[in-house]
């Protein structure tokens, strides 16, 4: 064992500094559209970090490995073959009933001589987002579940949701089908069993996210073919996740916040459908790209990685004075608080339409 391993077996895990991946959990039904919003947040990121890199000396990067890479270029093709076709159907890619695990690596380059530094090399952080159906909990051993999902050392948990399902609703029946198109109750009970592991010293963070939302705002490229409906929109998603949220209340280490996401950026719902499924009706919506506006711009993905790297930043500020020293001495937390800092200031979606679910009240 070496000094900096001595060092840092003496004090709590710090994420900046542990050598395993840091562990993300992401849980929604099937086709809700996890994939597409893992691939626009890499998206968004890339554009802010590519400004920095031409005004700065250092900038973060966010790599993805491996499989993931494949995965996410295939997602990132398909997108782009539907703003040529100009039409998007959410759920083109084939649904899954297993877990997922997408691995990034997340560094620091230095803008001179575009290699890692010494510090970055240091506090390099391997991410893995785990997205995984929320009924696993009651379908698999415990035991088992937890090696292959690892939520109860997960800090950040993501729950993406529909937003056309909370707003086409009408009527009655189209209504009663809300929570089973959202898996309502299994993601609930998943999230829950996560934040009973949040306990001690640790921190957590719960992020619900209203995904495909181009057609409810007016702020984007399709302000001609979309009407503010953003209120109407956050009041719903809060209702039918209450009990998620009572529970969540339970626990004075975690936050909420709610940050819903224009997928595409230049899309509005055009035509729908319910169809009937076993128990429960299924919505069908396809999206048309707006004309002459055929360009991905995704508003509000990268401003979920910015808030878990800033929580991770947060949860790097030890309660011990001489590891506060020893990242300052080693440059590692300052030049991470920077670099998150530095993105906030260049994405052009930075606290959209975040709000702060309250927990205290």
Known sequence: MNLIDKIIGKFPRTPLLQKQPYSI?????????????????LHDFELSSNKIFQQTKKHLVLEPKGATRNRLSLR?????????????KPGTLEGTSSAVIFDFLLRETDHTTEKTSKTCD?????????????GWLKEKN????KRQVPYHLADVFIVPTDAALFMEATETKQKQSIPSGLDLKNVTDMVKEWANCIRDNRKGLCIISPVKCETYFTDNMVENFSENKSEQLYRGVIKFYDSMISHLKLNPHIKCLYMPVDTIGCCFLNDKEWIEGDNHLNLKATYYIVPGKNEWKPYGPEEILLEILSFISDCAQSDQPVLNKFFQYMGITPNFISGVNDLKKYSDSYSRFKRTVNLRG
């Open 76 to 88: 990132h093709d398909e997108l782009t073959g539907d703003l040529i076709a100009g039409k998007f």
């Open 142 to 145: 415990p035991d088992e579940f």
């Open 122 to 134: 240091f506090f390099s952080l391997p991410i893995q987002i785990h997205d995984f159906p929320g």
């Open 25 to 41: 959990c992401m849980s929604g039904p099937s086709r809700i559209g996890k994939t597409t919003l893992i691939t626009a947040m």
